[in-house]
């Protein structure tokens, strides 16, 4: 049997049925939970005013 049969016989089935079936397949195939490893926290930067900015602009990059 494959999908197209049981799609077939699924939309044949009277709305109460179709419930019934969509709660029994839904237990079955319930996607495993993977943990995801939390990532580490990123570092602060260090609070940089404008003429910090400005100063490591010109220093760097002109």
Do not use: C, W
Request: glycine share 2%.
């Amino acid at each position: 049997m494959n999908a197209n049969d049981v799609y077939n016989i699924a939309t044949a089935l009277p709305d109460d049925e179709l419930k019934k079936l969509y709660d029994m397949i839904h237990v079955k195939i319930q996607p495993k939970k993977q943990s995801i490893p939390f990532k580490r926290k990123r570092k602060s930067l260090p609070e940089f005013t404008i003429e910090d900015g400005i100063r490591y602009l010109i220093e760097n990059h002109f």
